[in-house]
């Protein structure tokens, strides 16, 4: 079953789904997590010809967080023993899913695969995140949905970087599996609920999960960075909200705490890059 996670963006969720469709081993079935996007989703079942296609609705933007987490139970109650997980702005090339499924299939009961990404800038990396990878049925019964608590941010860490694999499931990664990300909600501007959430959920990712310091300090000095030298006013403003994020992290103060403006995706052009600069 393809379990794609969309919000707000129905341009990247119609090249998600063609893309789908276009894989040279297409997948049995897709089910779309609508999570509160205005207008409704609305699908033509006719993109996915192959594939058995089911919507499901939030009426509350959740997040990545609920809203994967919503998908992967709709995956566990299903009689479907693997999941391809994809974010809306993925885009798998043709034989990404069977190159994924080669892999997986060489232990099906513990299938963690992922792909790697190719961004817009042409760079290529694996992260471990909402990219297109396979996860077993066992996996998810085993360890539970992703936190709904975190709404935004270091969810996958917590899930696809630390509790799966210390759980005992070793991540793969399939260098010739491939997915373009067309990151359409990054823009110029970072809203103040981003700045509240990262700085937050990063702390208390280091605290409660990863029990140390690594790469923290260079990370939220980044974070500090950002706010203070690339954004062109509100600066005290967001260091405000930094610091207010950082205290309910380091006291597990967790869930939607900050309210959330609703995103939009960056129009793309017909080969999916977005607007030059």
């Known amino acids: 079953m393809a379990v794609v996670l969309t919000h707000n963006a129905p341009d990247a969720l119609d090249r998600c789904l063609r893309a789908i469709a276009a894989q040279t081993a297409p997948p049995e079935a897709v ?16 993109l996915v010809p192959t594939a058995s296609i089911r919507v499901v609705r939030s009426e509350v933007n959740t997040g990545p967080a609920g809203g994967y987490a919503q998908a992967l139970g709709e995956f566990v109650d299903s009689d479907y023993r693997h999941a391809w997980v994809l974010d809306d702005d993925i885009r798998p090339e043709p034989t990404c899913l069977e190159r994924l499924w080669a892999e997986a299939s060489k232990a099906p009961e513990s299938a963690f695969v992922f792909p790697i990404s190719r961004q817009a800038d042409g760079s290529y990396g694996a992260w471990p995140s909402w990219c297109g990878f396979i996860v077993a049925r066992q996996i998810v019964e085993a360890v539970g949905l992703p936190m709904t608590e975190l709404f935004w941010w270091a969810e996958d860490t917590e899930y696809l970087q630390c509790r799966i694999p210390e759980a005992g499931y070793a991540l793969r990664v399939v260098d010739d599996a491939i997915v373009d990300h067309d990151a359409i909600r990054q823009g110029d501007g970072i809203p103040l609920w981003k700045y509240y959430y990262e700085s937050r959920n990063l702390l208390w990712v280091h605290l409660h999960v990863k029990h140390r310091v690594g790469r923290y300090p260079r990370s939220v000095s980044k974070l500090v960075a950002r706010a203070v030298l690339r954004e062109k006013s509100g600066r005290v403003h967001r260091l405000g909200v930094i610091a207010r994020g950082l205290w309910d992290g380091s006291r597990g103060n967790l869930g939607m705490r900050f309210p959330v403006e609703p995103m939009q995706e960056r129009k793309q052009d017909a080969g999916g890059n977005g607007p030059p600069g």
Request: charged share 20%; hydrophobic share 45%.
């Open 31 to 46: 089910l779309v997590v609508d999570n509160a996007s205005q207008p409704p989703a609305a699908l033509d079942e006719s």
